[in-house]
């Protein structure tokens, strides 16, 4: 588990298309995300890590799904993990 904390992380990240990406929110629960998620974009990554100093949440690059939901009470994302 990788914590993302600049956009030249989440691009490489995103580019890879290897693991999937958790997603803590504070107002709307964790989440768990393919890369390739259309909930995924920059633009709501550097809303929420770089405008607002991850003060509702994080982006973290996960491997392990199972224990991400466990350790950090997360669901799977509606739309891409269906």
């Not at 974009?41 to 929420?48: H, L, M, S």
């Not at 491997?63 to 994302?77: H, K, Q, S, V």
């Amino acid at each position: 588990m990788r914590e993302i904390k600049t956009k030249d992380e989440f691009r490489e990240i995103k580019e890879s298309g290897a693991g999937y990406l958790l997603i803590t929110d504070t107002a709307n629960g964790n989440r768990i995300h393919k890369l390739s998620c259309s909930h995924v974009k920059e633009d709501y990554f550097e809303e929420k890590v770089l405008k607002e100093k991850c003060k509702n949440g994080n982006y973290y690059m996960i491997d392990d799904i199972e224990g991400a939901m466990e350790r950090y009470n997360a669901d799977l994302c509606m739309k891409c993990m269906k």
